[in-house]
């Protein structure tokens, strides 16, 4: 206790930034899934600093949401009634838009495939459906690692 209250007190620099890796065991094969699409496009992505878990959303409007603090690990917090009505591919749409914001720091874009109703981006702001990520899943992929660090 004594130790912290001294570190903190030097008021020279900030806190060290906390390096955690806590990810609940049913969002860990969409994080590997995540690292092998991010290697297909060429990036070579070993996520070691993230929480994922369950926890309450704004809203089931919201079925997950990401936050990024300062110094703190990115943190991914799922709402578990809306996840548990999604099938594979919904997770993984999911999981796939949150670490767009929360790894790849991406905001939302809302464009559309040209004269479609097709989203040119996963960081679309809501849920991409199944069958719109299945018939367009390289485009996606490929757009999702081609933008980074947009805040
Ligand atoms: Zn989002």
Redesign the pocket.
Known sequence: MSLVGLTLGCGQKKPEAVIRYDVSEEFQPYIDEYERVAASEGRDVTITNLIVGFGPTPSLMHTAICEVTEGQPPKIVVNRSVWTRLTSTGHKVVMF?ELG?CHLRRV?RNEFVSGTAVPVSLMY?FRVGDSTYHSHEEDFNNELFSRYSEF
């Open positions: 838009h914001h939302h702001q």
